[in-house]
């Protein structure tokens, strides 16, 4: 296969970590403004905020899961491989969005479920990282053609050695926290930062002693972004507005 036929500039995987509140969901409002057609899988039941920002409603589905329903993590994926009423994954493309919202929850669906299971701490913990992982392998993978948005809040761990606290997206377990990221071209975190009186909600994309990030399309985004996913995305994907 010739490169230029990579999928890279038609589909946009990311992971996107911040504090509860930090502007993740609100985020996905200008995507939907700006034409994209989301499908959100709701773990956080946080969706209210958009009814603020969403000048095109129509562009948004959602299903807002159940966190105490053990079967909630394989209703999300049955889901995910085919929406009733907008069809397979298979057969979305570069205008469509599926968003995990978020990982946080849904690992600990999962890591609640494996823990009744499994009397053995170590055993439902492994066995929840597994399930999890397993899930965004999928997610990032090939067999999922749109455009796929994470998002997580951050755990801290410490190193062994250097007795250095750095931040990781919080999924399910210690293990996962520090391999997820592999799984994606693109993790971004959400910062606040006070511009004279204000504060400022930006991307950043760029590594810091603080925490390890990526972006796969370093000569166009900048370090530090507006908090503008629409803008962001159709730049990578070389648009012209």
Excluded at 114 to 123: T, V, W
Excluded at 167 to 188: S, T
């Amino acid at each position: 296969m010739k490169f230029s036929e990579h999928p890279a500039s038609s589909r946009i995987k990311v992971m996107i970590i911040g504090d509860s509140g930090s502007g993740k969901t609100t985020a996905l409002a200008s995507l939907a403004n700006a034409g994209y057609k989301l499908r959100i899988l709701d773990f956080d039941s946080g969706l209210d905020i958009l009814h603020h920002y969403l000048e095109e409603p129509d562009n948004v589905n959602y299903h807002t899961f159940d966190v105490h329903d053990p079967t909630s993590p394989d209703k999300a994926a049955a889901m995910t491989l085919n929406w009733e009423g907008l069809g397979p994954i298979a057969e979305t493309g570069p205008n469509d969005v599926l968003v995990l919202d978020t990982a946080t929850a849904f690992g600990q669906c999962i890591e609640s479920f494996e823990a009744k299971k499994n009397k053995d701490g170590r055993k439902s913990s492994w066995e929840a990282q597994k399930k999890a992982n397993h899930f965004l392998q999928f997610l990032t993978g090939p067999s999922v053609p749109c455009n796929v948005i994470v998002n997580t809040h951050y755990r801290l761990v410490e190193n062994e050695v250097t007795g250095q606290m750095k931040a990781y997206p919080e999924v399910v377990g210690r293990a996962l926290a520090l391999n997820v990221g592999r799984l994606f071209n693109n993790i971004w975190r959400l910062a606040v930062k006070r511009v004279g009186k204000e504060e400022v909600r930006v991307l950043l994309t760029q590594s810091d002693s603080y925490m390890t990030l990526k972006c796969s399309a370093p000569t166009v985004i900048e370090a530090e972004e507006p908090l503008d996913l629409a803008d962001i995305f159709n730049r990578m994907k070389g648009k012209t507005s």
